[in-house]
């Protein structure tokens, strides 16, 4: 185990950087945990969390943008959410760049979707920074202070190995489920 956190330490910065470039969120609290343990920086990993899950989006959009072809051969199976995400932007305007930091299973579509229309790169370029600073306080600051705690709750499961899978099941069914009824056609 102390083996593991010292892989970490050593390379943990540039997974997670790389791991927040298509969103990052449990990454973050991990590397959260483990600055609460003393094995890695706390404002660093808050600071490259921010850069990789900012630049993330700023990629997607781009990439949707100027690489129209590409992506939109690829988004074929994902029409629906991509509907979504236009019909979250027209009602909550600006505010999905925030909101979209916030929830799996969002993270990628409405870069991708707000790129299609003709918003303002510039723009969400702006809000987005602002988005992913929001998103990299909240969620690393947070873990940070529940360290004692999700420190526990990961022992517990390390203990119990036949959980973790059980856990992902269940989250990842219910964002199916969500994604599958709120895109289902009436």
């Not at 593991?4 to 943990?12: M, S, W």
């Not at 343990?37 to 921010?50: N, W």
Request: charged fraction near 15%; hydrophobic fraction near 55%.
């Amino acid at each position: 185990m102390e083996d593991t956190l010292t892989n970490l330490a050593t390379y943990g910065y540039i997974g997670l950087f790389i791991y927040s470039l298509g969103g990052g969120f449990v990454g973050l609290i991990a590397a959260s945990v483990l600055s609460f343990m003393g094995k890695m920086d706390l404002s660093l990993s808050i600071g490259v969390a921010f850069a990789g899950n900012a630049i993330g989006d700023v990629l997607l959009f781009w990439l949707t943008r100027y690489q129209k072809g590409m992506m939109v051969e690829n988004l074929r199976k994902h029409r629906r959410k991509v509907a979504l995400a236009h019909v979250l932007m027209k009602k909550h305007g600006d505010w999905v760049i925030f909101i979209q930091k916030f929830i799996y299973g969002l993270k990628t579509i409405v870069p991708i979707a707000i790129a299609l229309t003709k918003y303002d790169f510039k723009k969400f370029a702006i809000l987005n920074l602002f988005a992913a600073a929001i998103w990299a306080l909240a969620f690393g600051l947070s873990s940070y202070y529940f360290g004692a705690v999700l420190s526990k709750f990961a022992v517990y499961i390390s203990e119990n190995k036949w959980l973790a899978p059980l856990i992902l099941l269940a989250i990842g069914g219910v964002v199916w489920l969500y994604l599958e009824k709120v895109t289902k056609k009436k």
